[in-house]
């Protein structure tokens, strides 16, 4: 039995195996199937949550690496100020297409606003690298994240 | 006023049970649907409404409940291109819906009812929803407007004149309504055989970019549904074991280790054909448990019918067929006296295309439930009618016995929509083996990334051989052209729509009906019978092939020719004013007569032009690139132009050419799905490598203003970006790129 | 008379020394006899496992039999493993116990006679791609555990695959001048003045583990170069490295913690994971271990003679672009360089990475302090690109992705050249031939 803090709450799941990727572990056993999962090898980002605020790739995390830290998902993102204010940009750009890469999208650039308040393009570019669209709604994420920055600094 | 009653079906949906048979289960989901309660959302979102509630449903495509939300029923899947947001927007704007109360939902099954009129058949594709939906959807939304309009005449014995609707509320002289509150009267209204349609200059949300997509929301929170995501009580997911070689089968199988994972369920066979997999589907009661135990499987392949060739050698068969004579697919003049002519400057040119994988970020999947006499499936469901036709024939039922439920689907770019059913077949025999073996609860069999890099139905390799004549002044008088493809169509129940004396019109579109004026034309096919790799439409079909080279030959001819390339390719459009305005349109904004700014120290400029039209869609782009001295590059800009009739979504018009842009670019870069011996070499995104962000250009998208009707844009952006980019490169370096990806052939 | 006689005395001498020199020969191949018996804690399998095929399998493990022995996919043990060495490709035999091609006829003391002189059944030398110049040093008791344990393995029925040498390298009977060389047929001694756990270590290193057969330098004639100990060595593409107590160039700077985990886990915190070879050595092998072996070997490593490395590998772990980097951007300095390994390493590697060098999910994937971004050819970074790498362990599974099919020789080339600027602070020059070259070591 493993007890997970997942976007605030603590909840305990029984017959967990420890093994399981946290990705398959958010989807299946906790229900949150906002965290996608597009390669299972941490090359597209999709499956991107954050754990103790950093990015990590849920596909290789296993989930008993992750007894004791806070898990955060795309369904708890919006509880944070800077989480809040890139979902917000998303839509008021009218980012998404198919969607099904956001969520990871929109997880990498909230700790890209955490940490680096007013990213360059280039800086962008380099922290959102690993998120892969196949929809081609990059120029936009971009645009997003210099909207949600501006949105934190106003 | 437009009259269109005609193609529209008016049936007052309130009068019948619009889900006979279904039961009240969900149809799909919208945004609004918490993800606690998502396990239990397909029972729930039936029984949401109160029994009492009320649905004023005058025809297929809309609802009116009593809560005052509008729903709108779309016929046509939502994949990212927008179309959820473009019916609804038609027949919001002629129901004088408040844009804030309208919601999508997917269309069931039912061709009689949803068929796509340009395509026969229940399906998205082509580019054709906004097309073959314009009037209809419009025409629909002017029928419930009547209604709600006549229910409130008589409700306030006012003449239906004096009643103006505005944004969900109707008014008349010291009344006013929303249409929630007559939703129940306008139900018992007849419904109109005639309506009127608003005259364009009336329009409040067609043609305004302010307008947000119907799913901008639930796909920021994890809350929209897709396939992947969708469950049902005591669900099993099933993961398959497919051979490495197309056409092998199971021969012996050791389901010891796999049966001993913990929550392992069932292991089953299920048998394919020329068309899908033959394999083994582990069940489990959730998804790594499935993946552990199909890697747990001991198999052994039998592969003596497998198919064997390797890239090397259907390039080789190809190349040797392009030496012979095809099946002519267009003649115009005589091009063998034209190249014979003295004082012709010939080109002889060679081009090799690879197959290319649709590589959406969602894999392959859907979600089945058995039951006796049919059965349910929930799927980003794309061609509805072929599918539903497939399974039936499957499970020997009737076709109205299988009910699809249309989910988003996480990109699809053509995938969705086989022909072949593949996916959905396999799904649904792996769910009858089980159901044979007392397993009798839902199953949604999902793909890893490996197994849809790998499961075929690619875009085909293209081979084309093409000679072209100048004359003495440089112009363009004879082009000859032979494309060797694998027909994406032929042995499929669907031929006839396509091929036609042998020729699949797929393989050469866009080539065999060039806009460009050259007097001596001819095209010729050869479609091989032997090359086992399943093939599908990918996004532009035929044209993603086609567009590359024409438009990399002509920019070859005007290099002949010491002509500016854009010039020259106007010279050739005179009597395509469509193709010439947006040609005209990218050059302009894109500033062509002034010098391209130039690089830093040992960096080079170039910029290239392409122009193109598919489904009735003219597209031009014009790249901007920086080469470096180790031949790697990037592309800097892109300036597109598009004329795709009335712009009813302006945004989405210019996200899809951005969107058709980046899909375009990451196969013009890097795009291959190679074979070795029978067997695929790419497995997942480290060998089939997608564009990042740091490669994606900044895109400039200029709308050509139009009041034709309404053409596609979901795939007309992609064939012009590669040979726009590959032009630039030829104007930066003198170097012509013959073969795609472009990959580091620079740097050689 | 005179000059007979001094003939016969010389030819006496001569033939006493002959027979001299063939009593020492014979004697010392394995003969029943045991002259310097290791002291009972040093050989052996750990005391807790009593079970005789137990201990035979801890012991083959040990001495990772396996790995060389066996085919991925293939039986264990029987053989064909290649070789590729210097002088052409040698294919390993089937150890099972299959009497027609395996070792299923041999006596104890001809296996014994195997691992110590080198020699085969038929008296035919083998080649010292089979470590006998380091198992020469293991007790009888041990081989025959070893062996033992073999013939409780099915039995393959597998022919050794002929080996592929040129002229004059498939003249076995040169080996036996090889040996006399080279081979110093001694058992192993424990040393006077160094504690149990040093002696053990000094066991499981040289003579079951054969650390040496890697690590060591060898000369031009193939022979360890004893008075490099450990100091490092390339073989097949791979670079084993300097596992000397060298605080700049081996593993003299890393803690106990890491050099346990390293060698039991196959990764360490702050020191990168093992691939490649050594990655399969932890797998087959050292994953095995108890912990007070484990602890032994930690203990052996760290007094083996400081030895340098070469020019330019000392390994940095205070790179200072990689210090200057959060883990999810470069810094602001960097960032302003286009760099094409750098657009590489943020597509495809900082997801599991970092920009810092610490593992993003995974200990196992810090590159900050690893000796593979400190070697200036980027050898070992090379075969993991074009590779990838697994490490399954019973305590992780690890994987990394082989970029060899989708990257140009050029991109490689730019990746590594990154790679090491950024988390070793080390220039490096890797061209695209460089790596054409190593994609068929």
């Known amino acids: 039995m493993i007890q997970l803090n997942i976007n605030g709450r603590v909840r305990s799941y029984e017959d967990v195996d420890p093994a399981m990727p946290l990705l398959w572990f958010l989807r299946d056993i906790a229900n949150l199937t906002g965290t996608k999962y597009g390669c299972g090898m941490a090359l597209c980002g999709a499956c991107t ?74 800086a962008i570019d380099v922290a959102m690298a690993g998120n892969v669209c196949r929809c081609g709604t990059y120029m936009r994420i971009r645009a997003a994240i210099h909207e949600a920055a501006n949105s934190l600094s106003a | 006023m437009s009259d269109s009653a005609r193609d529209i079906f008016i049936v007052n949906e309130s009068r019948r049970r619009f889900l006979e048979g279904m039961g009240g289960l969900a149809l799909a989901v919208y945004a609004g649907v918490a993800p606690a309660e998502q396990n239990r959302a397909t029972l729930s979102s039936g029984d949401k409404k109160p029994a009492e509630a009320v649905n004023f449903a005058p025809n297929a495509f809309v609802r009116i409940a009593s809560d005052n939300t509008v729903t709108v029923v779309s016929k046509h899947l939502e994949m990212g291109q927008g179309t959820y947001t473009g019916l609804a927007t038609l027949l919001a704007e002629e129901l004088d819906a408040d844009w804030e109360q309208v919601h999508v939902e997917g269309a069931p099954a039912d061709v009689t009812r949803y068929k796509n009129s340009l395509l026969g058949i229940q399906a998205t594709g082509g580019s054709t929803a906004m097309a073959n939906s314009f009037e209809q959807m419009r025409s629909a ?90 469950k049902l009580p005591d669900m099993l997911v099933a993961v398959a074991a497919h051979p490495k070689r197309f056409g092998a089968v199971p021969m012996k199988v050791n389901a010891e280790k796999a049966r001993a994972v913990p929550n392992v369920v069932e292991v089953v066979q299920f048998s394919g054909d020329r068309t899908r997999f033959s394999g083994i589907a582990v069940l489990a009661r959730n998804t790594w448990a499935a993946r552990s135990g199909r890697d747990a499987l001991e198999i052994d392949w039998d592969e003596s019918q497998a198919f064997k060739l390797g890239s090397a050698e259907i390039l080789a068969q190809y190349k040797d067929m392009a030496s012979k004579a095809g099946l002519v697919a267009r003649n115009e003049g005589d091009t063998d006296t034209a190249f014979a002519a003295h004082n012709v400057r010939l080109i002889e040119a060679e081009y090799e295309l690879p197959y290319l994988a649709h590589a959406p970020m969602e894999p392959m999947n859907c979600l089945v439930q058995l039951r006796e006499g049919g059965c349910e499936i929930w799927n980003g469901e794309q061609f509805q009618t072929g599918d539903q036709s497939a399974i039936a024939a499957m499970l020997k039922v009737p076709a109205d016995r299988v009910a699809l439920h249309q989910l988003y689907a996480g990109g699809s770019f053509g995938r969705r929509a086989n022909p072949s059913s593949d996916y959905l077949l396999e799904a649904v025999s792996i769910a009858k083996a089980a159901w044979d073996k007392g397993v009798r609860v839902p199953i949604k069999l999902m793909w890893t990334r490996e197994e849809d890099t790998r499961g075929g139905y690619y875009r085909p390799a293209f081979y084309h051989k093409a000679k072209l004549a100048l004359d003495g002044d440089g112009k363009l008088v004879a082009w000859q052209h032979h494309v060797v493809a694998q027909s994406i169509i032929k042995g499929t129940s669907f031929e006839s729509f396509a091929i036609k004396n042998g020729i699949d019109g797929l393989s050469v579109e866009g080539l065999a009906d060039m806009a460009y004026e050259v007097p001596n034309l001819r095209v010729e096919l050869t479609t091989p019978d032997n090359i086992r790799v399943p093939v599908l439409s990918w996004r532009s079909v035929g044209h993603s092939s086609n567009a590359f080279v024409s438009e990399v030959l002509v920019d070859e001819a005007a290099a002949a020719a010491r002509r500016d390339p854009y010039q020259y390719r106007r010279d050739m459009l005179r009597q395509a004013p469509r193709l010439k305005a947006v040609l005209d349109l990218a050059a302009t904004k894109a500033g062509w007569e002034r010098p391209l700014k130039s690089g830093a120290a040992g960096e080079k400029r170039g910029r290239g032009i392409a122009v193109h039209e598919a489904f009735n869609t003219c597209v031009a782009q014009l790249a901007e690139v920086t080469v470096k001295s180790d031949g790697s590059f990037k592309v800097d800009r892109v300036v597109c132009a598009v004329d795709c009739g009335l712009a009813i979504n302006p945004d989405v018009i210019v996200a899809q050419m951005q969107g058709g842009i980046g899909f375009g670019l990451a196969a013009a870069l890097h795009g291959a799905i190679t074979l070795k011996d029978g067997v695929v070499e790419q497995s997942n995104f480290h060998e089939y490598i997608p564009l990042r962000i740091n490669e994606m250009p900044v895109v400039d998208v200029h709308i050509v203003p139009s009041a034709e009707k309404p053409t596609g844009v979901g795939e007309t952006a992609v064939p012009v970006i590669a040979p726009a980019v590959v032009n630039a490169l030829y104007n930066a370096t003198g170097k012509r790129i013959r073969k795609l990806p472009i990959a580091d052939q620079l740097s050689s | 008379m005179k000059i007979r006689r001094v003939v016969f005395i010389a030819s006496a001498v001569s033939i006493a020394a002959g027979a001299g020199f063939t009593a020492y020969a014979l004697l010392t191949v394995g003969d029943g006899r045991e002259t310097n018996v290791p002291q009972p804690a040093v050989a052996g399998a750990p005391a807790s496992i009593t079970d005789p095929l137990a201990r035979g399998e801890y012991l083959a493990r040990a001495a990772d039999c396996i790995a060389c022995h066996t085919v991925a996919g293939k039986e264990p043990f029987a053989g064909g493993v290649a070789f590729k060495m210097p002088f052409g490709t040698i294919y390993s035999s089937n150890i099972t116990a299959d009497k027609e091609t395996g070792i299923g006829a041999w006596s104890d003391d001809d296996f014994v006679r195997a691992l110590r002189a080198g020699v085969g059944r038929s008296g035919e030398p083998l080649y010292p791609a089979f470590p006998y110049p380091s198992y020469t040093e293991l007790s009888r008791e041990d081989i025959l555990a070893i062996k033992a344990y073999l013939f409780s393995v099915p039995v393959a029925h597998a022919r050794a695959k002929a080996n592929e040498l040129s002229f004059p390298f498939n003249q076995r009977w040169g080996l036996s001048y090889w040996n006399a060389l080279f081979l110093r047929k001694e058992r192993f001694q424990s040393a006077q003045g160094k504690s149990a756990a040093w002696n053990r270590g000094a066991y499981l290193a040289t003579a079951l583990g054969h650390c040496n057969e890697c690590h060591t330098p060898r000369n031009l004639l193939y022979a360890l170069k004893h008075d490099r100990e450990l100091a490092g060595e390339v073989l097949q593409g791979w670079k084993a490295y300097n596992i000397t107590s060298d605080k700049m160039y081996g593993i003299g700077s890393w803690t106990d913690q890491q050099l346990s985990d390293y060698l039991s886990k196959g990764y360490a915190n702050g020191r990168g994971a093992a691939s490649g070879p050594m990655g399969e050595v932890v797998e087959n092998s050292l994953q095995y271990l108890t912990q007070e072996d484990v602890a032994a070997l930690v203990t052996y490593l760290r007094e083996v003679r400081p030895q340098q490395g070469e020019a330019g590998s000392e390994v940095n772990d205070h790179s200072p672009l990689a210090l200057a980097s959060t883990a999810d951007t470069p810094g602001a300095d960097e960032l302003a360089r286009e760099d094409r390994g750098r657009q590489l390493f943020a597509g495809d590697c900082a997801g599991c990475h970092l920009w810092n060098g610490r593992g993003r999910q995974n200990e196992a994937a810090a590159l900050l302090g690893t000796q593979a971004v400190n070697d200036p050819e980027a050898r070992n970074f090379t075969q993991v690109i074009l590779q990838g790498s697994q490490l399954r362990t019973a305590h992780s599974e690890g994987f990394m992705p082989s970029f060899g099919l989708a990257y140009s020789d050029a991109e490689v080339a730019a990746l590594g050249n990154f790679v090491l600027a950024h988390f070793g602070g080390k220039q490096s020059k890797l061209t695209s031939e460089d790596i054409a070259k190593r994609r068929s070591p």
């Open chain 1, 49 to 122: 949550v954050h754990l103790d605020g950093q990015a990590v790739r849920s596909c290789v995390t296993p989930v008993g690496a992750v007894v004791g830290k806070m898990v955060s998902t795309v369904e708890g993102v919006g509880d944070d100020k800077v989480g809040h204010a890139v979902q917000a940009a998303w839509q008021k750009l009218d980012v998404v297409q198919c969607g099904y890469c956001q969520s990871g999208q929109i997880m990498s650039a909230t700790v890209l606003l955490h940490t680096n308040q007013n990213p360059s393009d280039a």
């Open chain 2, 141 to 230: 939304g002017a029928a419930a407007r009547a209604m709600l309009v006549a229910a409130a005449a008589q409700e306030w014995k006012v003449s239906r004149d004096s009643i103006t609707v505005e944004r969900g509320w109707l008014y008349a002289k010291g009344h006013k309504a929303s249409f929630g509150q007559l939703a129940a009267k306008a139900a018992q209204q007849s419904v109109p055989q005639r309506v009127a349609l608003k005259d364009p200059k009336d329009f409040k949300l067609i043609g305004k970019p302010a307008l947000h997509r119907k799913d901008y929301a639930d796909k920021t929170n994890g809350t929209a549904v897709f396939t992947q995501d969708y």
